[in-house]
């Protein structure tokens, strides 16, 4: 091929060569560039995927998984005004979210309303949503909404309770808003009286740990803070050179994943985030000491976790790189997958128990102190919806009785009704396997005992994911504060302390 | 025009011009509180500084490299072609996918690089090139260099072939040593051409986002946050801070404009 012949397949290089020589205006140039990036950038679409470390069962089509009889018939019978319809979400990779986007067509077929789910990273979701309520553009239906912005996005959804009343000809029989865990909808779906949705999915902190490098090394399954330090760093010290640590961590500077971490020291130590008078509380006595113990975690964690959200440190649990880890019980099927290294070797316990909690009392903005920060969700139906009925049919539906066990079974994560931790079949998968629920029994303890949550504000959103962790991410990679944690966190609390001020809450 | 590039800068003008109330998502007009408030954030100079370095070294890299690039694949000798040909395939792939590439290549526990870097005994066993607030924003540059590289060597090798051989015929005559006439002769005859790609991605990495946004969303801290980054996380961060991301970018327009300007006066490149 002569050179001249190759040229002419050279695009960008032929347009920028006759663009200097002038044969070409700047106006052709620039129309045929953007021609090229317009088609790299349809190429690319294709190609980005989740990274939320779960593995699906295939039990989708098995008897398990039929659809319930009555909920089709009552499906067919209220969805005649809305077929064709079409309702979109978008929505993180999470279990409940993954085998939902499987048994979506069962309600598309009742109904004829299809369902679009797109699936992204969280911080994606966060962005997709915050740019539809900015504009009130009602280019979603339902927002998955994290719960640490329940409060930020209250303003924008439609209160399911109330919703259920008012529309009585679309409520499904017997959805029964009592059968769902009363911690979940304080902790997660209520704001200020009002529920901005339907608890959907609660990862929740609980202890992990290698049965068989605690026995082999004589340690004891920790039970506080100061002896899972202990052990990660005997543990660290023994199998350092076999490419294993004491435990993994979520420390990604700048991600929500270690706001996560640190608000679960800090309640640990007897902290909290706010105090009753709406003062940022990060920077007290408690709350460094926690920190500080963090900053010592770190040692005994792959260099990795400084740059690892929730994904990478179920990686480091799955390849066999950590030993014990506090984080969300939501990682368990997948540890116990098919495909697994390390099947059958991880166990659950109870989460870490610290210093005395600081009571409710003296926290602010509905904080809740405990030993189990809870990341769960919510499904909420958008206010700006243009099919807000559809979309309502699709809550009630995905949201169910049914549903949530047949979510439970494919996904093996933690329900949100107590019908679905008591259901037989949910039962009788805890055993060690691909989608096992043999950790349901201690989530479900640990929801009713243990669990936290962070802070209900408008601004908390913007707080957790940003002023937080990325001052988090200097301390801790050595970017600014020279390691000390009390200057880093004096930092946040005058930005903090000066937004809650500038909002007047 | 009025679409694409009027409407949204009027907008964003405006829009930098009201204060936006966190709780109650009220704006007012306030014409000073963005732009005043821009001037004393010290993340916004932090990532001016970073968004000039990650340009110059960029840059720098890319320019360096193309040239010599070129000049290796400018024959006509068998199998060149297909060598000029390979160079295009980076440029194809979507720039998150290659920073996704890098992102596991650059992991300190089995990334192919780190390990690599790792046995070279550079760096300790495990290090995290992208958790450490000294080395990640060289991990970033190293996905960007890589994947615009190629196209520096693309517009150096069309001007290098658009050269007349006759000057370098002269020179040989002359007794001028390949690189004498290198420096002599193509790199004069070259400036427009390399002002021409200087300018193109100088613009673009000024607005850099896509390999920040996936392989250190701008940290360990704010050691990675480009100007762009940061207005990305103002307004889809939780708080979304319309007003006060309308005017960073509104900054990084003026850069834009300031440094290209200055660019063209001083290699008198008319567009």
Known sequence: MSFKEYDKKTYIADLARDFSARRISKRD?????????????????????????????????????????????????VSGPFKGQKIRYTSEATPPTVVLDKLKGEFTEATGIEVEIEIVPLEQVLAKATQDVQGQLGSYDLYYLDQSWVATFSQDTVDPVQYYKDKPDLAMPGFDFDDFSKPLVSGLAEYEGKWVGIPFDIPIFMLMYRQDVLEKHGIKVPTTPEEFTAAIKQITEAEKANGMYGTGLQAKSGHYSLECDWTQMVWNEGGSIFGSDKKFKGNDEAAIRGLQLYQEWVKYAPPESLNS????????????????????DEFFPGLDADDSKVKGLWMPAKPLVGKALRPTSEVGFGEIPNYAHQGGSVLGLSKYSKNVDAA?????????????????????????RLSAFNDERVKAKAVVGPGTTRHLDMVQWIIDNNMAS?????L???FSNNEIPVNLGKLLTGQDFGGDAKKCMDTVAAAIDAAVADAGL | MIVFGLFPLVWAIIESLYKRNAATRKLTFDPAYNWTKAFYDDRIWNAVYNTLIYTGVALFFQLVLGMLIALLLDSD???????RALMTLPLVIPPAVTAMMFLMMLNGSFGVIAQGIIALGLLPENFSILGSSNTALAGVLLAEVWQWTPFMVLIMLAGLRSLPKEPFEA????GATPVQAFFKLTLPMMSKVIAIAVLIRGIDLLRAFDYVKVMTDSGPGTA????????????????????????????????VIVTSSIFMKACKVRL
């Open chain 2, 77 to 83: 000798r068998k199998g060149y072609g297909v060598l």
């Open chain 1, 29 to 77: 140039f620039m129309k045929k560039v953007g021609l090229a990036g317009v088609g790299f950038s349809a190429f690319s679409a294709g190609l980005l995927g989740n990274t939320r470390p779960f593995r699906g069962t295939g039990l989708v089509g098995d008897a398990a998984f039929a659809q319930d009889a009555e909920m089709t018939k009552w499906l067919k019978d």
């Open chain 1, 309 to 328: 959200t929730w994904d990478g440190q179920f990686q480091m649990m799955a390849a066999g790189q950590s030993a014990i880890v506090q984080s969300w």
């Open chain 1, 460 to 462: 908390w959103a913007g």
């Open chain 1, 454 to 458: 962070e802070p209900d504000m408008p």
């Open chain 1, 392 to 416: 309502w049919l699709f809550m009630q539906w995905a949201c169910s009785k049914d549903i949530m066990v047949r979510c439970t079974l494919g996904g093996g994560f933690a329900p949100m």
């Open chain 2, 224 to 255: 990675t946050e480009t100007l762009s980054s940061y207005a990305g996380r103002i307004y889809f961060g939780g708080n979304p801070d319309a007003p006060y991301a309308a005017t960073i970018a509104l900054i990084t327009l003026i850069i």
């Open chain 2, 171 to 174: 020179a040989a005559i002359d």
